[in-house]
């Protein structure tokens, strides 16, 4: 089970009006623990006014840079994203867990293979760092941008992009999309249908793509995924990464039941028995035990709180990222995860 060390903000730099990059300084006894694959994420984690407050952020940069950096766009009331905005200094200590996630390129240079990637927003911050690497460490492979903002000034990493371009002018390409500014050689409007068929059936007609990569939005994903699968695109070739998901209100109530489940939970090889409410998530019946288990967004869109079920069985109110067979091998959103038996176990150590 993953800890938190803490770690010195080294550097911020303003990407945009309402967003910054920040990378820190990892020790040497540490570099072995932040190692990372291209697309993972990182835990943050502080207390501001009083409350702790933890916070999921791709990386940005390649594996191979030496660096640990990630990217925090401002959002609405956003609590974190406004502090790293705006009060955040060089120098700040923030706890930081070891890198995670599922949504992750693993380049392989003894086979030449082609990615298209579609990001919209904040959805960049994997996606690049996914693209580093293929363009860094497989020489032959080529990758297909489609990256969707409001403007151009709303773009984060658009020098990078806008290098990494000119450095691999024969590998890379990008289609920029901007829903709120008529730009040359840009489509004006947002990442729909149209978007993905000019893209894959006209720009790059003669592209044979092994892999697809989406981050951003529910709405966007499902759109760009629902086009390639119905150009019989196999669904094991599309891989994303929700950013934002249904609102909890899209979600129904009426599959949580009503009862009592004596669980039993699992973290970093100790067991602790409870009894708790089935209208209770696993994860908030832990915390209320104390229980160390580990989360971020409480909202079904990251893994950190992922965790197999040995014992019992258990709902889910909402899952954006388990695939079926995952889920019938015992894997659970805990955060999401609502005990249907009397009894319970489950194993954190064991995903």
Same mark, same amino acid.
């Given at each position: 089970?993953?800890?938190?060390?803490?770690?010195?903000?080294?550097?911020? =730099?303003?990407?945009?009006?309402?967003?910054?990059?920040?990378?820190?300084?990892?020790?040497?006894?540490?570099?072995?623990?932040?190692?990372?694959?291209?697309?993972?994420?990182?835990?943050?984690?502080?207390?501001?006014?009083?409350?702790?407050?933890?916070?999921?952020?791709?990386?940005?940069?390649a594996?191979?840079?030496?660096?640990?950096?990630?990217?925090?766009?401002?959002?609405?009331?956003?609590?974190? #994203?406004?502090?790293?905005?705006?009060?955040?200094?060089?120098?700040?200590?923030?706890?930081?867990?070891?890198?995670?996630?599922?949504?992750?390129?693993?380049?392989?240079?003894?086979?030449?293979?082609?990615?298209?990637?579609?990001?919209?927003? #904040?959805?960049?911050?994997?996606?690049?760092?996914?693209?580093?690497?293929a363009?860094?460490?497989?020489?032959?492979?080529?990758?297909?941008?489609?990256?969707?903002? =409001?403007?151009?000034?709303?773009?984060?990493?658009?020098?990078?992009?806008?290098?990494?371009?000119?450095?691999?002018?024969?590998?890379?390409s990008?289609?920029f999309?901007?829903?709120?500014?008529?730009?040359?050689?840009?489509?004006?409007?947002r990442?729909?249908?149209?978007?993905?068929?000019?893209?894959?059936k006209? =720009?790059h007609?003669?592209?044979?793509?092994?892999?697809?990569?989406?981050?951003?939005?529910?709405?966007?994903?499902?759109?760009?995924?629902?086009?390639?699968?119905?150009?019989?695109?196999?669904e094991?070739?599309i891989?994303?990464?929700?950013?934002?998901?249904?609102?909890?209100?899209?979600?129904?109530?009426?599959?949580?039941?009503?009862?009592?489940?004596?669980?039993?939970?699992?973290?970093?090889?100790?067991?602790?028995?409870?009894?708790?409410?089935?209208?209770?998530?696993?994860?908030?019946?832990?915390?209320?035990?104390?229980?160390?288990?580990p989360?971020?967004?409480?909202?079904?869109?990251?893994?950190?709180?992922?965790?197999?079920?040995?014992?019992?069985?258990?709902?889910?109110?909402?899952?954006?990222?388990?695939?079926?067979?995952?889920?019938?091998?015992?894997?659970?959103?805990?955060?999401?995860?609502?005990?249907?038996?009397?009894?319970?176990?489950?194993?954190?150590?064991?995903?």
């Open positions: 089970m993953s800890s938190f060390h803490k770690l010195s903000i080294k550097d911020i =730099k303003r990407e945009t009006d309402n967003s910054v990059s920040i990378s820190f300084n990892v020790p040497d006894n540490l570099k072995d623990t932040f190692t990372f694959k291209a697309g993972q994420y990182i835990t943050l984690k502080t207390n501001i006014d009083g409350h702790e407050v933890r916070r999921d952020y791709s990386l940005c940069v594996p191979k840079s030496d660096e640990l950096k990630v990217a925090v766009k401002a959002v609405k009331d956003g609590t974190f #994203s406004s502090y790293a905005n705006n009060q955040l200094l060089v120098g700040d200590t923030l706890e930081v867990a070891p890198p995670k996630g599922r949504f992750v390129f693993e380049p392989n240079d003894s086979k030449t293979k082609n990615i298209a990637a579609f990001a919209a927003g #904040s959805g960049i911050t994997p996606v690049i760092s996914i693209i580093k690497c363009l860094e460490e497989e020489v032959h492979s080529k990758v297909i941008l489609v990256y969707g903002n =409001k403007t151009i000034e709303d773009t984060m990493f658009l020098s990078e992009l806008l290098e990494l371009q000119h450095n691999y002018k024969d590998r890379f990008i289609q999309v901007f829903s709120q500014q008529d730009k040359e050689d840009a489509i004006f409007g990442i729909e249908k149209s978007t993905v068929n000019y893209v894959m006209n =720009k007609k003669h592209v044979d793509v092994d892999a697809f990569y989406l981050c951003g939005p529910e709405a966007m994903i499902h759109t760009v995924k629902d086009v390639l699968t119905d150009h019989g695109i196999d094991n070739r891989h994303f990464e929700l950013f934002k998901a249904a609102k909890p209100a899209e979600i129904q109530d009426d599959i949580v039941p009503n009862g009592k489940t004596k669980t039993t939970v699992i973290v970093d090889e100790e067991a602790s028995t409870f009894e708790m409410s089935q209208k209770q998530t696993v994860l908030e019946a832990a915390l209320d035990e104390d229980i160390d288990a989360y971020s967004c409480q909202g079904g869109i990251c893994s950190s709180c992922l965790a197999r079920i040995k014992e019992g069985e258990a709902t889910m109110r909402q899952n954006n990222i388990l695939t079926d067979n995952e889920v019938a091998e015992g894997l659970i959103l805990t955060c999401q995860a609502h005990p249907t038996t009397p009894t319970l176990v489950v194993d954190y150590d064991d995903v």
